[in-house]
């Protein structure tokens, strides 16, 4: 393995896990990053996986440590943190069709964060429910900002995430 791909890999995967903890932070100071309705603007990032690996572990460790510093329950903390690897693994497999690469973090965070919100933290509402206003929050945030995302960066993508 040559070590300046993975040092540059690692450097990337670091960036966007502090990009997804910085703007959870300010989801959550303006009161959108939690409940049974949520738009967090982090989750645009999960737009990234298209443009490189690194972004696969840099949005799982993102979610992990944002939800961490945020005081969710520890259910919140390694499901959340599943559901966004599985988002970004399935963006990553699908990145050669971008606008169908947003629906995995989509439908990962739909189903897995209804039961976090039910079994974790109380939510007396219907999981079924919370799959709708989370699915929704989603679609708004990796769907439509990372959409957003997509089309602001993918000119310079290759300057940005290149390995050279």
Request: charged share 10%; glycine share 10%.
């Given at each position: ?6 040092v ?53 460790i ?8 945020t005081?969710s329950?520890?259910?919140?903390v ?42 974790g ?39 940005i995430?290149?390995?050279?």
């Amino acid at each position: 393995m040559n070590t300046r791909y993975s040092v540059r890999g690692l450097i990337h995967g670091g960036a966007i896990a502090a990009l997804y903890v910085a703007l959870t932070f300010v989801s959550a100071q303006l009161g959108l990053s939690s409940g049974v309705i949520q738009l967090r603007l982090s989750e645009a990032l999960c737009i990234l996986p298209i443009f490189t690996p690194a972004a696969i572990p840099g949005l799982a460790i993102g979610c992990m440590l944002a939800n961490a510093m945020t005081g969710s329950v520890i259910l919140d903390v390694i499901l959340g943190s599943i559901a966004t690897l599985i988002g970004a693994i399935g963006t990553r497999l699908l990145r050669s069709r971008h606008v169908l690469s947003v629906v995995p973090p989509i439908l990962a965070n739909a189903f897995i964060v209804p039961f976090v919100l039910r079994y974790g933290y109380g939510m007396p509402d219907a999981v079924w429910y919370m799959i709708i206003t989370v699915g929704a929050g989603e679609i708004l945030s990796a769907g439509v900002l990372g959409i957003l995302l997509y089309r602001a960066i993918r000119c310079r993508a290759e300057q940005i995430f290149s390995r050279s």
